[in-house]
């Protein structure tokens, strides 16, 4: 009798438990309860009790349930916050904590959120400067003897803060090599470091502006330091998760200083970059600039780089970038070309 009794409550209690969940109905009539994590525009993540995480394509739901507040983005509109249901039109309806329920257009929800991911986002939107970093560092080491006695060392170091409303990169590469072969000249065959710093921040979801500054020693070519301090104007014409280009245009201060002389002029700035997923473990990266001199449209620089990066492990991957930056008035004797290769292993981070 006392089993039939415990067999009655529970058939009573677990029905009831799905009052408790959150709900979503399929146009195929599947149901699945549970906790509502997050949705974009295109897809609703709902945590279940028996199949994990579960992700679903919104063209496929028909009725969405919340007893959870959720946190409502709509476009050209200010984040609702409530538990959400579905309207006979189709429609989303807030219950806000005012107690107004809003109705709103399912096509114009661009996300929503359970409390745990809006603080999550929230604190994305303002990190500190010190989070939110990922980059890596490059290191690579050649040496022989006997018959040729030299010595070869690459590194490289990049770093990117990317947040919803600005982004930071940094870079730095050198390549020193030496002959210690008696009698060689010159001892040392190359003696080169580039090293800079961009910020932008994002005016509109495509225009952003920025700043930027670079930085060159290149023994070779008796350059003792390059300084190069850039502004302006940028153009996301593409960014989704896979692909980003931009365009960049604005204007700069030059000033270089050689073994015999030094100069300073004001320059144009115009540029590209690219960033390209190829595949789950390697990402594609290129940029190129032209700087004609505003004192002088016959003299200008060029730069140019490009490099890939292969993930081996979480945080171990194998590195390879390429630079080339043209002067068209080099010191008397020097070429106007300087070309960096390196490639080696790549020590990953994220903070």
Known sequence: MKSLQLLAV????????????DQIVLKNGDKLSG??????????????DFAGDVTVQWP??????????LHVAVQGRKTLAGPVTTAADGNLVVATAAGAAVNVAKADVTAMRNDAQETAFEKGLHPSL???????INVGFALTGGNSETENLDLA??????????????????????????????????NTIQAGARYAHN???????????????????TLDLRSVFTGGLGFHAIKTAKTTLDFLGGAGYTHETYDAYSDSFAVLSIGEELTQKLGKATALTESAY???????????RTTFNTGTITKLSKWLGWQNAFGD????????GKKKNDVIFTTGLNISFLH
């Open 10 to 21: 529970l058939c009573l209690l677990l029905p009831g438990a799905s009052l408790f969940a």
């Open 35 to 48: 906790t509502i994590t997050k949705s974009d525009d295109k897809t609703l993540l709902i945590k279940t």
């Open 60 to 69: 496929a739901i028909q009725e969405v349930t919340s007893t959870q507040p």
């Open 130 to 136: 010190m989070q939110g970093w990922a980059g890596g």
């Open 157 to 190: 170091f990049n770093a990117d803060r990317s947040t919803k409303t600005d982004d930071i990169k940094l870079y730095s590469t050198s390549v020193y090599s030496r002959n210690n072969a008696p009698g060689a000249s010159p001892s040392v065959t190359a």
């Open 203 to 221: 005016l509109t979801p495509r225009l952003f502006g920025f700043g930027a500054v670079d930085f060159q020693t290149d023994e070779l070519q």
């Open 290 to 300: 032209y700087y004609p001199d505003m004192s002088d449209t016959g003299q200008y």
């Open 325 to 332: 930056i043209y002067v068209t008035n080099p010191p008397t």
